[in-house]
């Protein structure tokens, strides 16, 4: 099997400033409809409800906010239309990080508007 096609790839955000913590918060259960989305995009380990690091790192935008905000605009430079995030809070000031968070949506998505 080749390397995984990421443009079909789903993608969900974390914190833009906070590294995220230990990735148990997204190593849970698949449903049914990411599975097949995730298996069609060569991560075959989604099958036994395994997120590998190599995974995590495709799907999960994480990092301080210029690491997310380059991942989001990576995304963007694949031509996706739309891109649906799930902010997670992290660290020991949870309502800070998603308040970080959607301002880097914010920004983004202005951004993106004016393009």
Known sequence: MGAPDHRATPRWGADAHTPLEPMTTIRRRTTPIYQRMLMAAGFAEVANNTWSDRMIDVVVLWGNETRVEER???????????????????????????????RLLGRTAQAVAMA
């Not at 605009?73 to 992290?90: G, H, K, N, Y």
């Open 72 to 102: 989001l605009w990576e995304l963007l430079s694949f031509r996706a239309t739309e891109v649906l995030v799930s902010p997670i809070a992290a660290g020991s000031n949870r309502t800070g990080s998603l308040d970080r968070t959607m």
